[in-house]
Every structure is written in structure tokens, then in C-alpha cells.
């Protein structure tokens, strides 16, 4: 089919995939309601899920010890700017507004630095790992170091220093971890060298992925095991930075690691990508890629060009905002040639399905790769209508803009690539109405010089916004398709000619991934089939948050394949038209910003959202806009509400939801106390009262810059430590839990016990470890026994949710086993 086939042809073309033969094939079971929910793709007993986290690394120290401002202060890029400025080529202001940078950080936080320590304290095991990892390409022992090693050590005295990024530090230490004591068990020291590929670099911060996929069980729901593996994950990192600190000597150097969640780029990183060029940016912040890729030059190579793409498609965004109507003027402030989105952190959680996987892997099932991708996007086109439920209340990022940031080349970021303009312009009217961007009735917007708009709004008392998430709003996102190439409209290869239409418009490159909020994970590209959500931020809990974020997840790509299998909803339904689909995100952006209403055509050819206004209370025809409806977004949202409750009830009876449903109700009426949204400002707020007499409660008498410094040391400091408890907490309950079952079944445990803890009690080791973290951290043994404690206690969870078939193969992120 041609690129310039037209809507209709697409259409005729859909029938082609017969649903009877879908659902005998797929084994859908008619006899009865239950019978047929039990049968569905992604019920209680087919799901598996598996998580990405990208977590903020920070080294703590002097301007002498760290290696960011060293690395800086040594490389060629620094006496360049120098000697251009002395000899009057260049700018003199920037090499003194750099050294300001290195030398005045009075909190001495330097965000995803690299760190340096001796070689020579690395085991024999570690000193392999990292041997192995510099090789041009891991899957060829003979291929020689890569090209770029040199970087990855520094002669100092004498003695030679391993730099890298904290990212692979993780690695390093689990390695060094294992392997310094020659009685450690050799079921701790094989389970933590197969955790060990499981520590990434993501563009720049440390990315890790589950250490195995977890199932639904009979006694805790999927997001639960989702929940409980996160904080195990999340604990061990914060072990091996303390282990790191102490045992390869960081600590004793003066440079004191930390990883927390925090979604923002770093203000400081952001300020330092003003002050320098975007090639230098790379060298510093870009993943080197060590762990992961047998090839890791290609992906580093790969996360420069995602670096180069997205900078260039910013900067083509203000030709569009101008198009749009939103530019009027010419005087504009150019975004940065060198973006920094990609330093954004969130969550990727990725739902599989056994069924789906096992039908694609047996060529005579009669379950295609065709079939899969007409599914696959459909219940995409589903899903992304109930998106806004999701944000703010299960997941967020607290932002705080000034009047001054208002300028919209810059705040509204990618948008004008994400949204028709016809949403776009609506959505920025009600942000500059939210804001409060008003004198005597006139909407005004920042001029440009900073001390013009500083002045104005503080005579005018103009303080800008908070928005509850604007990491969704500063990341790239989604792709909005183009008229000749939609990227849901269930055929193969659409992805491909999106990316070709975008990449020849110099928003996208097609050697990237197609970002969505919701992406079909193939069973060809990754070994099962599933679906991974894209659009989670920061969770304050895991118990709570993440753990029925992933439920509804669940709830909705179920429902969403009841409708597919019982015909109630075709992709006719949802038609593949760039207007429909940035008339249904504009829900899912707006929330994200805060804007309370969206507006829908009246005449929409999108029956779907028709169905789901239909539940919605208060909507009404637009004053403003003739031919739209206004609807609220918490109506919106009641509405979502409605419908989960209505056509799946008995789902949420299959997969044991009910407690997810009724807690989702909870956080959208009382959006000000439930919310993570209203949570995480809070924490922020509380943060910044601390020593002062009256409690700070409203986010908008705070400057821009101290509450969003203030965030950043909560994430680090507060918020961190509450997530180390609740890890720590459910560890201990964890190991009481299972003692009784290992100690029949897992003759290691009788061995482990004794070696690790002595006489003591694993409770009152337990106690003594939540107690010594609210403190400061562990130290010494305590750090390398709590360490192989739950390194064991992984491996019990992979021996239980890991079929014995499967165990001997690479764990993977959401395989559907």
C-alpha cells in the first residue's frame, strides 16, 4: 500500500482481519461472562510485568575531588574558551561564568557526575568485569579495546584511577561485591552476577530493569510483585553506593555517591548546558554505554544522534508555534541548540502476555505477526482515552514556573510536534489563564530581557504556575502522525513511514524508536508480546502508587482487548486521523499541565470518546469554540471511571481489583490529600519550612528557582530515606515470610543464615538496619551482609516467579513465560 493511500482505502482494507478467526485462534471463550473475561489476553493467570527506573545520580563533594568540575577544568574545551577570551576572539564573559560554575556550588551537589578511585581496589572477579566491558564487542573476545577507553582511566602519582559513570559504578560494585570474600555462598555470588546486566546506562542517568518478570498470584495482585521487586531493586542500589563509598575508597576521596528518583534535568545541568557547547554536553552527560550492548561505541554513537534529533526538533517546534498563531511576533527566546530533556528520569512498565507469547513463537498457531499489530494498536488507541487517570494521581513531577519562563518557544517545549494546533492553541490559552498572566484583563507574556520581566511581575504580582507534571510536558513523548501516515492504524511497517515523513519534516530520525505513551512490544523485537507504558514520572510510594498505578495498567489493556474481542470496538471507531488522536491526548497533556477543561468536537468521528463523555457529567456546548464541547477533566476522569466500572465489572472480579478501583476513586475526589501530585508538593513544602517558624503551604509564594532547588534536595534527601524505610520494611516482613518455606525447600538458606547473621535473629538484624539507615547508612559487614540478604532474597523470587524451563535463559524485562 502506498504512502498516499487515502483514509477511506485504509478502512476498507480493516476487514480483512476476521474477529472470529482472531478469537479462535487467541482460544476466547464465549459460554458464559466469566468464562469469556478468564479467556482474555492479560487476565489474572496470562500476565507478566516487568519495570525500567531512571534514577538520578549525584556525586557530593569539593570542586577539587569531583570529577565533573575536574574533568571540566582539565579538558581542552576549557583552555580554548580561555585563550579565545584573552586574546579577544571570544566571549570573555563565558569562561568566567564556567569557573563560576566549577568553583561557587556552595552545596557541593554535582549531578550525574563520573567518579574516580584506584584500580587497584577492584577484585580480580570486578577487574575482569570491567576488562570485559571495554571490549569493542563483547560477543568477540579477539575484538580489542574500544577506540574509546583511554577515558575510562586517568595516571595520578603513579597509580592508575578508573572514571566512570555511577551508572556502571553499580555494576563495578555488585561484581566487587560477590567476589572480595572467598566464603561467599555461591548462590549469592551467582545470583548477583546475573543481577549485574540488569545495571544500565539510559541517555544519561543509571537505568536498572527488573531482576525478573513477575506474574499475577494467588496472593498478591500483579502491581504488587511489581511493587516488591521495585523496592528490592531500588534497596540494592542504595547498598552498593554505600559499599562503593567505603570499600573502593570514594568516601575517603571526598566524593559521597547517591542515586534517589527525581524526573527533572538538574537545575545546576541545565545552567551548566547554557554556559557550554552541545558537543562538549555529550562528552560530558552522554552514556558511555559499558553495560548492556555488546557493541557499546554503536550505542553511545546512538545516544549522541538521540541527542542531536531531539535538540534540532526543539528548535523547529518555534517555526510551528508560529504557524500556529501563538508566536505573533518576532521577537522570540531561541531554545537551546543543546536540549536537555533526555537527563529526564521516569518509569517504563511493561505488561506481557503468555498467550499472545506463546501463539507467536508457534508458526503453526495461525497468530501472526499481522494479527498482532492490528490488536496491538488498537487497544494503544484504547488505552491512551484513559491516560489522564494516571497522572498526577498515581505519578508526577512538581515543576514551578516564574512569569518569566512564560515564554512559549520554550515552555511548551515539544508540543507543537505532540498536538494539532487547534489543541495546542487551546491548551495554552488555559495555561496563561491558570497562570493568571493578566493586567487589567489583558493577557501579557514575558518580553525577552530578564530584568524587563522580573519588574513586571513584581509590580504586577504575576508568579507564574505550578505544573503537577512537567516532565511530560519537557520530555518528547508521543509523535503525532502525519495526514499520509498514521503510526496506529494496525498494519506493519507504519511505524517506519511515519518516521521517514518526520525525519524528512527534521522533527524525528527513523534509526530511533517511535516514542508513544503506550508502545506494543513486539514479540519479534523482544521475545514476548505485551505492551509498555511510557508516561509514569515519579511514584512517592511503591506499596501505594506503583503498585496500582500497574493494576489500572493492567485493568485497562484487559478491558481494552473485551472490547477488541467482543466487537463493541473497531479501529474504525477510533479513526487514524492526527486531529482524532491530538483530540484524545490533549486530555492526557492537559492534565499533565493542569488546565482544567479540553474541548471535543461536536461532530467527533471518535465513538469511543463519544462513549466516554456519554458517562461524564456537566459537559456542554463551548461559548468560545462553536462546534466543540467543554468537559472538565475531573468529568472526564469520573467518566473514565464509569466506564472501567460498567464494562468491567467482572474483570475486576477476575483479576482482584476491586481495592485498585476503589482507591483510584479516592485519589480523584480528593485530588488535594490523595494525589502523588499534591503529595510530592507537600514533601517539597515541608522541606523548605524546615527551620522556620511558620510552615511555607502555598507553592506560589516560592520563587521559581528555590522551590524547584528545594524539590531537588527533598528527592535526595526526604523522600529518598522514606522509600529506604518502606524497602527496608518490606524486606523484613519479606524474610519472615518465607522462612518457614526455604527452610524446607532451600537447603541454602540453612547454610546462608548462619554464615551472614551468626546468633543474631534476622528480625533484630532487620531492626537494626531500618534503625542505622534512619540514621545516616550502614557501615563495615552490616552493609555486605544486608547486601547478600536480599541478593537471597531474589533469588528466591526469581526460583518463584521464574519457571524452571526459563531459568537458565536471560531474564528478561516483561517476557511473557
Not at 581542552?76 to 584573552?86: E, L
Not at 522556620?692 to 528555590?706: C, D, M, W, Y
Request: overall charge positive; aromatic content about 8%; charged content about 25%.
Amino acid at each position: 500500500m502506498s504512502a498516499a493511500t487515502s483514509q477511506d482505502e485504509r478502512n476498507n482494507l480493516r476487514p480483512l482481519h476476521d474477529l472470529d478467526r482472531l478469537c479462535r485462534v487467541l482460544g476466547v471463550d464465549f459460554r458464559s461472562p466469566e468464562a469469556f473475561v478468564r479467556s482474555l489476553p492479560f487476565s489474572a493467570a496470562d500476565s507478566t510485568a516487568g519495570v525500567e527506573n531512571e534514577l538520578q545520580a549525584l556525586v557530593a563533594g569539593d570542586s577539587k575531588t569531583v570529577d565533573l568540575p575536574c574533568f571540566i577544568r582539565e579538558s581542552n574545551y576549557y583552555r580554548n574558551i580561555r585563550k579565545r577570551a584573552r586574546s579577544g576572539d571570544g566571549d570573555r564573559a563565558m569562561p568566567e561564568a564556567l569557573r563560576n560554575f566549577m568553583e561557587k556550588n556552595t552545596g557541593g551537589i554535582w549531578e550525574n557526575s563520573w567518579v574516580r578511585f584506584k584500580k587497584s581496589l577492584l577484585t580480580p572477579y570486578a577487574a575482569h568485569v570491567l576488562h570485559r566491558d571495554l571490549l569493542a564487542d563483547k560477543s568477540d573476545p579477539g575484538s580489542g579495546r574500544r577506540s574509546d577507553a583511554g577515558q575510562f582511566f586517568i595516571e595520578d602519582a603513579g597509580e592508575t584511577l578508573v572514571r566512570v559513570p555511577v551508572s556502571y559504578l553499580l555494576k563495578l560494585a555488585l561484581a566487587d561485591l560477590v567476589s572480595r570474600n572467598r566464603d561467599t555462598h555461591s548462590v549469592i555470588r551467582v545470583t548477583g552476577e546475573a543481577l549485574m546486566d540488569h545495571f544500565l546506562n539510559d541517555n544519561t542517568s543509571p537505568e536498572l530493569f527488573s531482576f525478573h518478570t513477575v506474574r499475577h498470584g494467588r496472593d498478591k495482585t500483579l502491581g504488587e510483585g511489581v511493587a516488591a521487586e521495585t523496592m528490592k531493586r531500588f534497596l540494592l542500589t542504595q547498598l552498593l553506593t554505600v559499599y562503593a563509598g567505603e570499600t573502593l575508597g570514594l568516601t575517603a576521596t571526598g566524593q559521597k555517591v547517591q542515586t534517589c528518583f527525581s524526573a527533572h534535568p538538574p537545575i545546576r545541568q541545565k545552567q551548566l548546558n547554557d554556559l557550554i557547547a552541545d558537543g562538549f554536553y555529550r562528552e560530558l552527560f552522554m552514556s558511555p554505554c559499558l553495560s548492556g550492548w555488546d557493541r557499546g561505541e554503536d550505542k553511545k554513537a546512538y545516544m549522541g544522534l538521540c541527542h542531536r534529533v531531539l535538540s534540532r526538533s526543539q528548535l523547529n517546534a518555534v517555526a510551528k508555534l508560529k504557524e500556529a498563531g501563538i508566536i505573533t511576533r518576532n521577537l522570540v527566546v531561541m531554545p537551546n541548540t543543546s536540549n536537555i530533556s533526555l537527563a529526564n528520569n521516569g518509569t517504563h512498565v511493561s505488561l506481557g502476555s503468555r498467550r499472545l507469547s506463546a501463539l507467536l513463537a508457534d508458526k503453526a498457531s495461525g497468530f501472526t505477526a499481522e494479527d498482532e499489530k492490528y490488536l496491538g494498536d488498537l487497544v494503544i488507541k484504547i488505552s491512551e482515552h484513559f491516560l489522564p487517570l494516571f497522572v498526577n494521581a498515581y505519578s508526577a513531577a512538581p515543576y514551578r514556573m516564574d512569569f518569566a519562563d512564560f515564554h512559549p518557544e520554550r515552555i511548551l517545549a515539544f508540543l507543537p510536534h505532540e498536538l494539532d494546533y487547534t489543541h495546542l492553541r487551546m491548551i495554552w490559552r488555559r495555561w496563561k489563564k491558570k497562570a493568571r498572566l493578566k493586567i487589567m484583563g489583558k493577557t501579557l507574556t514575558p518580553f525577552g530581557p530578564p530584568l524587563v520581566d522580573k519588574v513586571i511581575s513584581r509590580v504586577f504580582g504575576l508568579r507564574g504556575d505550578l505544573v503537577p507534571d512537567f516532565r511530560l510536558i519537557d520530555y518528547f513523548a508521543c509523535l503525532m502522525s502525519t495526514i499520509e501516515s498514521p503510526a496506529l492504524d494496525g498494519r506493519l511497517g507504519n511505524e517506519d513511514r511515519l518516521k521517514q515523513d518526520l525525519a524528512d519534516m527534521g522533527v524525528f530520525d527513523r534509526r530511533m524508536p517511535l516514542y508513544l505513551l503506550c508502545r506494543l512490544r513486539k514479540h519479534a523485537d523482544m521475545g514476548f508480546s505485551g505492551f509498555e507504558g511510557r508516561y509514569y514520572s515519579m511514584f512517592e510510594n511503591f506499596g501505594g502508587d506503583l503498585a496500582q498505578a500497574v493494576n489500572l495498567q493492567l485493568l485497562v489493556t484487559a478491558l481494552s482487548f473485551q472490547l477488541i474481542l467482543s466487537g463493541q470496538v473497531t479501529h474504525q471507531d477510533i479513526p487514524d486521523d492526527s486531529f482524532i488522536e491530538s483530540e484524545r491526548r490533549q486530555f492526557f497533556f492537559g492534565a499533565a499541565i493542569g488546565v482544567p477543561t479540553a474541548y471535543v468536537r461536536e461532530d467527533s468521528p471518535n465513538l469511543f470518546l463519544g462513549r466516554i463523555l456519554a458517562l461524564a457529567d456537566n459537559t456542554r456546548k463551548s461559548r468560545r469554540y462553536p462546534g466543540y464541547i467543554r468537559v472538565t477533566q475531573k468529568d472526564y476522569a469520573r467518566g473514565l471511571v464509569r466506564l472501567l466500572k460498567q464494562d468491567g465489572d467482572l474483570l475486576i472480579r477476575e483479576l482482584g481489583l476491586e481495592r485498585t478501583v476503589a482507591d483510584l476513586e479516592q485519589r480523584l475526589d480528593r485530588p488535594d490529600t490523595r494525589s502523588v501530585a499534591a503529595r510530592l508538593t507537600r514533601g517539597v513544602l515541608d522541606h523548605l519550612s524546615q527551620g522556620k517558624k511558620r510552615p511555607e503551604k502555598n507553592p506560589l509564594a516560592v520563587p521559581a528557582l528555590e522551590f524547584n532547588t528545594a524539590a531537588e534536595a527533598y528527592y535526595r534527601e526526604g523522600l529518598r530515606r522514606k522509600q529506604i524505610h518502606e524497602a527496608l520494611v518490606h524486606l523484613k516482613e519479606d524474610l519472615a515470610r518465607v522462612k518457614l518455606w526455604v527452610h524446607f525447600r532451600e537447603t541454602a538458606w540453612q547454610e546462608i543464615l548462619p554464615s551472614l547473621l551468626g546468633d543474631e535473629a534476622p528480625d533484630a538484624f532487620m531492626d537494626r538496619m531500618i534503625e542505622a539507615f534512619r540514621s545516616g547508612s550502614p557501615t563495615g559487614r552490616d552493609t555486605v551482609t544486608l547486601a547478600s540478604l536480599l541478593i537471597f532474597s531474589i533469588h528466591l523470587d526469581i526460583r518463584k516467579n521464574t519457571p524452571e524451563k526459563a531459568r537458565k535463559t536471560r531474564l528478561s524485562v516483561a517476557g511473557g513465560v
